[in-house]
């Protein structure tokens, strides 16, 4: 059973960089898409972007100048930063497996998300 | 980018009864190969999303047959049989055409 799982800090002050690293455990890198997704508390979700297991990366043009996801294939990990945040960067970010076939798109495995708060 | 509008915001339902939700997106979903690349998640508070439909129509595994998804181009709906409790939450509708991926803005589904 495939099982993600985010760490990093909760807390940044304004200005600084947000890290996050999600962890894949019981499955592969090798196929998918690694992907972050984030939501504001009481609000919808919005699609950070995503890095393909050979390290092709694609970002939402609306935080493509703050936004770097990396991939370490043998931890079994990948990680997103966001620089130069504000309190509108405060959300819960998932990381989540999309499974993109010829015969389908969908995000099939999440983190069960973490709640990170810009503040000073 | 393009944008998924949801109806309603909010869908109170007595358990029992249908529930439909409607999505709507600025250009059409069809792709040339012939798929309509929307899908449908739930997410219960205080939990991530799940999907349930993919492709617009398709549930995915585990998900009961009395959730199913319509509707093509620009058009959707996800129908709901017969609502149970445990099918409170909010959904979101969500394209996969093309980058950036975007969702609708939720529809809250209350049990009454």
């Known amino acids: 059973q495939v099982q993600l799982q985010e760490s990093g800090p909760r807390l940044v002050k304004p200005s600084e960089t947000l890290s996050l690293t999600c962890t894949v455990f019981g499955g592969s890198i090798t196929g998918y898409y690694w992907t972050w997704i984030r939501q504001p508390p009481g609000k919808g979700l919005e699609w950070i972007g995503y890095i393909y297991y050979l390290g092709n990366t694609n970002y939402n043009p609306s935080l493509k100048s703050r936004v770097t996801i990396s991939l370490d294939t043998s931890k079994k990990q990948f990680s997103l930063k966001v620089s130069s945040v504000t309190a509108a960067d405060t959300a819960i970010y998932y990381c989540?497996?999309?499974?993109?076939?010829?015969?389908?798109?969908?995000?099939?495995?999440w983190g069960q998300g973490a709640l990170v708060t810009v503040s000073s | 980018d393009i944008v998924m509008t949801q109806s309603p915001l909010s869908l109170p339902v007595t358990p029992g009864e249908p529930a439909s939700i409607s999505c709507r997106s600025s250009q059409s979903l069809l792709h040339s190969d012939g798929y309509n690349y929307l899908d449908w998640y739930l997410q219960k508070p205080g939990k991530s999303p799940q999907l349930l439909i993919y492709l617009g129509s398709n549930r995915a595994s585990g998900v009961p047959d009395r959730f199913s998804g319509s509707g093509s181009g620009t058009d959707f709906t996800l129908k709901i049989n017969r609502v149970e409790a445990e099918d409170a939450g909010i959904y979101y509708c969500m394209h996969t055409i093309q980058i950036p991926l975007t969702f609708g803005g939720g529809t809250k589904v209350e049990i009454k």
């Open positions: 989540a497996r999309w499974n993109y076939t010829t015969t389908w798109r969908l995000f099939d495995y």
